[in-house]
């Protein structure tokens, strides 16, 4: 059966129009989103050279989830743990979080909502705490700033550390304290006044094994007990692998999500935006040679992907047109495709080709 007769050629609206509708909100996410990043671009220039650290990434967390984000040096996770933290603005897209539009946030609004709304852990140890403060003093530091009532701050302050399990390290200073027990504290000054997000940059990058767990199951408890939202970026796979949902991003864009349903079983998923736009793996790209234009079929059940030039020779002619000569320089000998299903395709590899 030639190709022709058994699928018909998605007629989709463009990518204009569809990034039009996006930005115009015609498509809003679900109410439960808390974080919601649409083809988010952050443009740096320095003595000019530009740098895209973020090329239209796409980005929806849930209430209540705790996300773990990985992805190669230079990537652009900071990037976007500073955008979502209020510290950057993104140049183009759209960022909200909480209901905060964060490239609309003027400078009043920014400072309230990086007091209230987030919670911030670097990953050098030493950038979280106060050094001349007890871990409790530092604790209660945010505390004056959102105007919590004086008297209620030590208690509120002690059972914070007693939730992440380093209630006996009250009194100490930072410079008493190990690595793993400041970033425990770090996580309890973040999360002193009860933010809806909690943002995380490697925060095990520089402790051993054990410490780095400590710190990890701090954050889950920040988590469950708190009710904060957790986003982490980690390189840790001892993090990564023990959330429900990894996001991958790959050159300023998500590339793949992995669910993981329990301890053992993982499914890794290829990331549809909202102006659908997907990433394909690179070893689907390289092992159906597709290249640059690929013809996308509506299959009873699934989306075909396949080589430009396969079905040229079923492809009807316009009246008095002439056959589009193919620009990509392939042999059409093989038969390349691939496809998928409900917009999402089961990989195995995080390296991951463009189809747009
Ligand atoms: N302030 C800046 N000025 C210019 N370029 C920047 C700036 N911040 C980041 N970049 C560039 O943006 C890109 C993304 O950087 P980013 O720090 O977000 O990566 P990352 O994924 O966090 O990497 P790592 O895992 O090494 O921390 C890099 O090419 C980086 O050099
Ligand atoms: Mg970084």
């Given at each position: 059966?030639n190709?022709?007769?058994?699928?018909t050629?998605v007629?989709a609206p463009s990518?204009?129009a569809?990034?039009?509708?996006a930005?115009?909100?015609?498509?809003p996410?679900p109410p439960?989103?808390?974080?919601a990043?649409d083809s988010?671009v952050?443009i740096?220039?320095?003595?000019g050279?530009?740098v895209?650290a973020l090329?239209?990434?796409d980005?929806?967390?849930?209430?209540?989830?705790?996300t773990?984000l990985?992805?190669?040096?230079g990537s652009?996770?900071?990037?976007?743990?500073?955008?979502?933290?209020g510290l950057d603005?993104?140049?183009?897209g759209?960022?909200?979080v909480a209901?905060?539009?964060l490239l609309?946030?003027?400078?009043?609004e920014?400072l309230?909502?990086r007091r209230?709304?987030?919670?911030f852990?670097?990953?050098?140890?030493g950038?979280?705490?106060?050094?001349?403060?007890?871990a409790?003093e530092?604790v209660?530091l945010?505390m004056?700033?959102?105007?919590v009532?004086?008297?209620?701050r030590?208690?509120r302050?002690?059972?914070?550390?007693?939730?992440?399990g380093?209630a006996?390290c009250r009194?100490r200073r930072?410079?008493?304290?190990?690595g793993?027990?400041?970033q425990?504290?770090a996580?309890?000054?973040?999360?002193?006044?009860?933010?809806?997000?909690l943002?995380?940059?490697?925060?095990t990058?520089?402790?051993d094994?054990a410490?780095?767990?400590?710190?990890?199951a701090?954050l889950?408890r920040?988590?469950?007990?708190?009710?904060?939202?957790v986003?982490i970026?980690?390189?840790?796979?001892q993090v990564?692998?023990?959330?429900s949902?990894?996001?991958?991003?790959r050159?300023?864009?998500t590339?793949t999500?992995?669910?993981?349903?329990?301890?053992t079983?993982?499914?890794?998923?290829?990331?549809?935006?909202r102006?659908?736009?997907?990433?394909?793996?690179?070893?689907?790209?390289?092992r159906?040679?597709?290249?640059?234009?690929?013809?996308l079929?509506?299959?009873t059940?699934?989306?075909?992907v396949?080589?430009?030039?396969d079905?040229q020779?079923?492809t009807?002619?316009p009246p008095?047109?002439?056959r589009p000569?193919?620009?990509d320089?392939?042999?059409g000998?093989?038969?390349?495709?691939?496809?998928?299903s409900?917009g999402?395709?089961?990989?195995?590899s995080s390296n991951t080709?463009?189809?747009?």
């Amino acid at each position: 059966m030639n190709p022709a007769e058994r699928s018909t050629p998605v007629t989709a609206p463009s990518l204009a129009a569809l990034e039009e509708r996006a930005r115009a909100g015609q498509d809003p996410p679900p109410p439960d989103t808390l974080i919601a990043c649409d083809s988010l671009v952050r443009i740096f220039r320095t003595e000019g050279v530009e740098v895209q650290a973020l090329q239209g990434l796409d980005l929806h967390v849930d209430e209540g989830e705790m996300t773990a984000l990985v992805g190669a040096s230079g990537s652009g996770k900071s990037t976007l743990l500073g955008i979502l933290s209020g510290l950057d603005v993104p140049t183009a897209g759209t960022a909200r979080v909480a209901g905060h539009d964060l490239l609309a946030l003027g400078a009043r609004e920014r400072l309230a909502y990086r007091r209230r709304t987030v919670g911030f852990v670097w990953q050098q140890t030493g950038s979280n705490l106060l050094p001349y403060l007890t871990a409790r003093e530092n604790v209660m530091l945010p505390m004056r700033y959102t105007r919590v009532p004086r008297r209620q701050r030590p208690a509120r302050a002690e059972e914070l550390l007693a939730t992440l399990g380093i209630a006996h390290c009250r009194d100490r200073r930072p410079g008493e304290l190990s690595g793993g027990e400041q970033q425990r504290v770090a996580i309890a000054v973040a999360g002193a006044n009860e933010p809806r997000v909690l943002l995380a940059d490697e925060p095990t990058g520089e402790l051993d094994t054990a410490s780095g767990a400590e710190v990890f199951a701090a954050l889950r408890r920040a988590n469950e007990h708190l009710g904060v939202t957790v986003l982490i970026v980690t390189h840790d796979a001892q993090v990564s692998d023990q959330v429900s949902r990894t996001v991958r991003i790959r050159d300023g864009r998500t590339s793949t999500e992995t669910l993981r349903h329990d301890a053992t079983r993982a499914e890794e998923f290829a990331v549809l935006d909202r102006a659908g736009r997907l990433q394909l793996p690179r070893e689907y790209v390289e092992r159906y040679a597709l290249s640059r234009r690929v013809r996308l079929t509506a299959e009873t059940d699934h989306v075909g992907v396949r080589r430009a030039q396969d079905d040229q020779s079923a492809t009807a002619l316009p009246p008095g047109g002439e056959r589009p000569v193919a620009s990509d320089g392939a042999d059409g000998r093989d038969s390349g495709s691939s496809s998928t299903s409900d917009g999402s395709s089961g990989t195995s590899s995080s390296n991951t080709g463009e189809a747009r």
